[in-house]
């Protein structure tokens, strides 16, 4: 059994910054594919960024250019780091892991960018 667990999220002003980051419960060299996706009030889960285990990086069009993730081996955390927040991008985050053909999700921050 894989455990996620996401922090970090909060209240910010559009324009700001701030980093989530996932804690996995076991090494994350074993995971084929690591990502964040979010689900805004009324709207279906979106991808957000994704990195796979050769380490391609796919991210949504909305937030090219101001996310940005990575991964930390030595702390099993997969930090996502969003720049020029908009409004736009309040949400709950969730944390995703796929291993073994299996998908883990953590259970979610919540994101706010207040205007």
């Known amino acids: 059994q894989v455990q996620l667990v996401e922090s970090g999220g909060g209240l910010v002003e559009a324009g700001g910054s701030l980093r989530v980051s996932c804690a996995a419960s076991?090494?994350?060299?074993?995971?084929?594919?690591l990502g964040w996706y979010r689900q805004a009030p009324g709207k279906q889960r979106e991808l957000v960024a994704q990195i796979t285990s050769g380490g391609s990086m796919n991210y949504a069009d909305s937030v090219k250019g101001r996310f940005t993730i990575s991964r930390d081996y030595a702390k099993n955390t997969v930090p996502l780091q969003m720049n020029s927040l908009k409004p736009e991008d309040t949400a709950v985050y969730y944390c995703?892991?796929?291993?073994?053909?299996?998908?883990?999700w953590g259970q979610g921050t919540q994101v706010t960018v207040s205007s």
């Open positions: 995703m892991g796929r291993r073994a053909g299996v998908t883990y």
């Open positions: 076991r090494t994350i060299l074993g995971f084929n594919a």
